[in-house]
């Protein structure tokens, strides 16, 4: 019960920063930011319908929805430092980051009908929490792959401009790059230490906060908006 309690806060801080985050007026085009709102509090409500599944069919469906953060919120953050930064991008570039994305979620959609990704899958329950374990298929280093490239670019990308571009907001930078190095963290303490309960939906939430800081100063340094 305890670990279901955390899930629980864990999204009601995602809904909370999603619903201040509509007061905001985002810049003309720009539907990153909203986006990545959207993707966390869905995400946070996965993970917490994961934890009450009683099938494993409904803990696939529930894993799969949970994974819609993990799948595009780090080519969404590139996208914005790369706006941040005032580095154009073609719409064909933006659009292949974003296949890349969509081949790797629809590789974890299909979960349950092929070994691609998870070769196998089960649950367990233990005063009325579900985990779903699973062992990886061939393509699964496609996921952790994509997270440690863009870390990588986001990170040294904000480190050349603290250096080399004088007009970048560093402030607004250092909240994006801050928001990566959480999320990354967290991440790999899962992976290294097995954590029993996921601390996933931390970062996410913890994440829905930077950016309601971020977006803050973007109103008040954004002069098309004022």
């Not at 946070?44 to 894993?63: E, P």
């Not at 070994?115 to 196998?120: D, E």
């Not at 992976?191 to 970062?203: S, T």
Request: aromatic share 16%; with cysteine; glycine share 6%.
């Amino acid at each position: 019960m305890p670990f279901i309690i955390f899930y629980i806060i864990a999204l009601l801080i995602s809904v909370f920063t999603m619903c201040v985050a509509i007061s905001y007026r985002f810049k003309q085009g720009n539907f990153y930011y909203p986006l990545m709102f959207l993707m966390m509090g869905i995400s946070n409500g996965g993970y917490l319908a994961l934890c009450v599944s009683q099938t494993l069919d409904k803990a696939i469906l529930a894993h799969k929805v949970f994974d819609i953060a993990g799948s595009f919120l780090m080519p969404l953050v590139f996208l914005c430092v790369l706006e941040l930064c005032y580095v154009k991008t073609t719409l064909g570039i933006r659009m292949l980051l974003i296949s890349i994305n969509m081949l790797i979620y629809f590789l974890d959609l299909s979960v349950g009908h092929t070994n691609l990704y998870y070769a196998s899958q089960y649950i367990t329950t233990h005063d009325g929490y579900t985990q779903l374990h699973f062992t990886v298929g061939p393509l699964y280093f496609l996921f952790p792959l994509q997270l440690l490239a863009y870390a990588i670019a986001i990170i040294g990308i904000s480190v050349y401009c603290f250096y080399h571009k004088k007009t970048v907001s560093y402030k607004s930078l250092t909240y994006l790059t801050g928001m990566v190095i959480i999320t990354i963290t967290i991440y790999l303490t899962k992976i290294i230490f097995r954590y029993e309960m996921n601390i996933i939906p931390l970062a996410y939430a913890v994440d829905g906060i930077i950016l309601i800081i971020l977006l803050k100063r973007l109103g008040l340094y954004d002069l098309s908006s004022s």
